[in-house]
Nanobody, 128 residues
Framework: VQLQASGGGLVQAGGSLKLSCAASGRASTTYATGWFRQGSGKEREFVAVISWSGGVTNYADSVKGRFTISRDNAKNTVYLQLNSLKPEDTAVYYC??????????????????????WGQGTQVTVSS
């Protein structure tokens, strides 16, 4: 399984970006997929996750109401819409596939250990 994150860039505070995570390989879409981020000098943190069915999502409190995760299984792609961006959102954003599948609406928790197959990351920089 390979994950390719894209869509990052430089944006002013209050602006928007849409990140994409394209998956390829065996059983790449039959799993929940999450987004994490890592700011400079910080630990990687959970951002959002979506079930394989797309019907269940969860967000970190810091992005709730501003970011939206979605997926298009026909395109093997998961998206993260970033709105009302703040300088503190500056980070490298990574997508990751859940380690296990239980049922269509299953979502793993925020711990990195619940995810396998990480993408290479895409840089998001928000200027003030």
């Amino acid at each position: 399984v390979q994950l390719q994150a894209s869509g990052g860039g430089l944006v002013q505070a209050g602006g928007s970006l849409k990140l994409s995570c394209a998956a390829s390989g065996r059983a790449s879409t039959t799993y929940a997929t999450g987004w994490f981020r890592q700011g400079s000098g910080k630990e990687r943190e959970f951002v959002a996750v979506i079930s394989w069915s797309g019907g269940v999502t969860n967000y970190a409190d810091s992005v709730k109401g501003r970011f939206t995760i979605s997926r298009d299984n026909a395109k093997n792609t998961v998206y993260l819409q970033l709105n009302s961006l703040k300088p503190e959102d500056t980070a490298v954003y990574y997508c990751a596939r859940a380690r296990l599948y239980y049922y269509d609406t299953y979502i793993p928790g925020p711990a990195e250990t619940e995810y396998a197959y990480w993408g290479q990351g895409t840089q998001v920089t928000v200027s003030s």
